[in-house]
């Protein structure tokens, strides 16, 4: 049976299309490559990463991402979607982080400080199939932070 916690992801996430500016997909991601399809175990699926980095989120996914992400991806996941099933994106860390993602169709998905914390998260009600990019942020330019992200497809109580 798949536990029925995901800190941090509630609501609706913003998503904004923007050009990539400067960001080579094609590097290996610092965190690791999950393939995960609908009713995924285990549930959340957790990677630990260290987030922040040099880069302005903004330069990627548009005035609407903040805070510092690393060039290389911090995690690639190619999901395969489930009827029905929302994808619930997360990260989670004892620091302000923020989570940038860039969605199978090439827009961009932000969040920073969701459901009235520090953490970030997305709800994705009906995701798409295919690969997602993902960087953890922190607002701190340059440092680097522990965190975690959280793929669920359960809600959070």
């Given at each position: 049976?798949?536990?029925?916690?995901?800190?941090?992801?509630?609501?609706?996430?913003?998503?904004?299309?923007?050009?990539?500016?400067?960001?080579?997909?094609?590097?290996?991601?610092?965190?690791?490559?999950?393939?995960?399809?609908?009713?995924?175990?285990?549930?959340?699926?957790?990677?630990?990463?260290?987030?922040?980095?040099n880069l302005p989120a903004?330069?990627?996914?548009?005035?609407?991402?903040?805070?510092?992400?690393?060039?290389?991806?911090?995690?690639?996941?190619?999901?395969?979607?489930?009827?029905?099933?929302?994808?619930?994106?997360?990260?989670?860390?004892?620091?302000?982080?923020?989570?940038?993602?860039?969605?199978?169709?090439?827009?961009?998905?932000?969040?920073?400080?969701?459901?009235?914390?520090?953490?970030?998260?997305?709800?994705?009600?009906?995701?798409?199939?295919?690969?997602?990019?993902?960087?953890?942020?922190?607002?701190?330019?340059?440092?680097?932070?522990?965190?975690?992200?959280?793929?669920?497809?359960?809600?959070?109580?």
């Amino acid at each position: 049976m798949k536990r029925r916690t995901l800190a941090a992801v509630a609501a609706a996430a913003l998503v904004t299309a923007a050009p990539v500016l400067a960001q080579n997909f094609n590097r290996p991601p610092s965190f690791g490559t999950l393939n995960l399809s609908a009713n995924f175990a285990p549930d959340p699926t957790v990677v630990a990463v260290t987030a922040g980095g040099n880069l302005p989120a903004e330069r990627l996914g548009g005035s609407q991402c903040v805070g510092s992400i690393a060039d290389a991806p911090d995690v690639r996941l190619h999901y395969r979607a489930g009827q029905g099933l929302p994808l619930y994106l997360s990260a989670v860390s004892r620091a302000d982080v923020t989570i940038v993602v860039n969605l199978p169709n090439g827009q961009w998905a932000c969040n920073d400080d969701h459901a009235g914390s520090t953490n970030a998260g997305l709800v994705f009600r009906n995701p798409q199939s295919g690969q997602y990019d993902i960087w953890i942020g922190h607002y701190d330019r340059g440092s680097r932070v522990p965190a975690q992200l959280r793929i669920s497809e359960i809600a959070p109580r």
